[in-house]
């Protein structure tokens, strides 16, 4: 009689496994929406005569393309706000292509965000000469509970709670109401010139990406569990969290 629950048991710990990293996956993307969600509530609040806000921005490139969660167009210049739903301590650099993400004892690497934004700067610039010439403000807003601890770096990071104070910092006009207007309407046919196909299939692939970068190089593709940083004879490497019962490791 125990055998057909015992081989059942057997078939729901084989699903979750193969399951488990897909299940992150998921999570992670619905985090970031959170983020992108809240972010966009605030923005709502700006006046809409000064500030044009789009969210959720699609820009083809040669073939590729870059989602920006958040475009202002304003007089004060073009805001790029790159949002992150972060949790525990941040620490990282302008020069590193990735940062370190401390969540208790457990360490994780994520891709620069700073260098992310700027990637979405220079496909905002390929629209036109228009584009090109615009005074940009690159922005990366944190919208969870992360801290940022040793940050070296010359860009614009911004806690959620700060956004609406820090865009109107920005006094200086850059551009005319004819430029906006212009701004505004190029932004619009960009983002609307791809296909319906194309757009969904970019945006899932851009989604996963997005995911990878910020979850999956860190899962154990043995198992799916976390890998953390340990420390052995010769130097760091990376080790999944489930050791002994999995001995995968890579080197950092």
């Known amino acids: 009689m125990q055998f057909p629950f015992i081989i059942s048991l057997l078939i729901i710990g084989t699903l979750f496994v193969y399951l488990k990293p897909g299940i992150k996956r ?34 083809g490139n040669g073939g590729r393309y870059s989602q920006i969660d958040h475009v202002i167009i304003s007089q004060f210049g073009i805001f790029i706000i790159e949002t ?16 370190t993400q401390t969540l208790g004892r457990k360490k994780f690497k994520i891709y620069n965000p700073v260098w992310q934004n700027n990637a979405h700067v220079r496909a905002m610039k390929s629209l036109g000469r228009e584009f090109s010439s615009a005074t940009y403000h690159p922005i990366v807003v944190f919208a969870g509970n992360a801290k940022l601890k040793k940050i070296d770096t010359q860009s614009e990071l911004v806690y ?27 932004l619009i046919e ?20 997005k995911m990878t970068q910020s979850s999956n190089e860190f899962n154990c593709p043995s198992c799916g569990s976390e ?8 130097g760091e490497f990376m080790g999944c969290s489930s050791y002994p019962r999995c001995r995968y490791t890579r080197n950092v």
Not at 34 to 41: D, S
Not at 165 to 182: G, M, P
């Open 26 to 59: 998921a999570r992670a993307v619905a985090k970031g929406k959170l983020g992108e969600l809240k972010v966009q509530r605030i923005l709502k609040r700006l006046p809409r005569r000064k500030y044009k806000i789009f969210n959720d921005v699609l820009i």
């Open 84 to 99: 992150k739903n972060y949790n525990g301590w941040l620490f990282g650099s302008d020069r590193y292509k990735y940062w």
């Open 160 to 186: 959620i709670r700060n956004i609406r104070r820090h865009l109107k910092l920005y006094r200086e006009k850059a551009l005319s109401e004819q430029q906006v207007a212009r701004l505004v309407n190029g």
């Open 190 to 209: 960009a983002d609307k010139s791809s296909n319906a196909t194309s757009v969904r299939l970019h945006k899932e692939h851009i989604e996963s990406r």
């Open 227 to 234: 890998l953390v940083k340990r420390f052995g004879k010769h």
